[in-house]
């Protein structure tokens, strides 16, 4: 299971969508603080979390359809 996790397809698909949901999430969040320039550490952190995520999520997702898919093949 965690080896078709790090897979280079999965790892680099992950990536990408954490990037594009994980910059989304980031400006609805805290859009007003980064276009003021008030951001604190907390907020980076906060903000770096928010991109795990999304990474997280398309990680796990792409490794159960991986797995059913090698399972169907059967």
Do not use: Y
Not at 23 to 46: E, S
């Amino acid at each position: 299971m965690f080896h078709t996790a790090f897979r280079k397809d999965v790892f680099l698909r992950a990536f990408k969508m954490a990037l594009i949901v994980g910059i989304i999430l980031a400006i609805i969040n805290h859009g007003d603080h980064i276009f003021l320039g008030t951001m604190t550490v907390t907020n980076w952190t906060k903000i770096l979390i928010t991109f795990c995520v999304p990474f997280c999520v398309s990680t796990v997702s792409s490794v159960l359809a991986i797995k059913k898919e090698q399972l169907t093949v059967r």
